[in-house]
Nanobody, 126 residues
Framework: EVQLVESGGGLVQAGGSLTLSCAAS????????AGWFRQAPGKEREAILC????????WYGDSVKGRFTISSDDAKKTIYLRMNSLKPEDTGIYYC???????????????????WGRGTQVTVSS
């Protein structure tokens, strides 16, 4: 059974940092694409970051560019989202998406990945 579980969310002050984790069980973790999405209160879910391991390319949403980065630990089959200089508008539920043997070429491509986690809440206080 494939499963994605996000963790690491919480309450942080504006200007602070937080690292989210996405543990991918049941996946091969090979030639994968991974994405992070955010759903702010009252808004639709938006893609904020998409990564293709095949091309080692990363695409960023404008709202997080220069502040958020993605990394991975292939041995642990875990994807990380490092968030720096957090702002109150970064508040929301953060979801990871993942798919093996799938290449992506743009931020929006991550929207069709098959595996999704249930999300973790991030709240940034002003």
């Amino acid at each position: 059974e494939v499963q994605l579980v996000e963790s690491g969310g919480g309450l942080v002050q504006a200007g602070g940092s937080l690292t989210l984790s996405c543990a991918a069980s049941g996946f091969d973790f090979a030639h994968y694409s991974a994405g992070w999405f955010r759903q702010a209160p009252g808004k639709e879910r938006e893609a904020i970051l998409c990564f293709s391991s095949s091309s080692e390319s990363t695409w960023y949403g404008d709202s997080v560019k220069g502040r958020f980065t993605i990394s991975s630990d292939d041995a642990k089959k875990t994807i990380y989202l490092r968030m720096n200089s957090l702002k109150p508008e970064d508040t929301g539920i953060y979801y990871c998406a993942f798919q093996d043997y799938y290449n992506t070429y743009s931020l929006s491509d991550c929207g069709v990945l098959e595996g999704w986690g249930r999300g973790t809440q991030v709240t940034v206080s002003s």
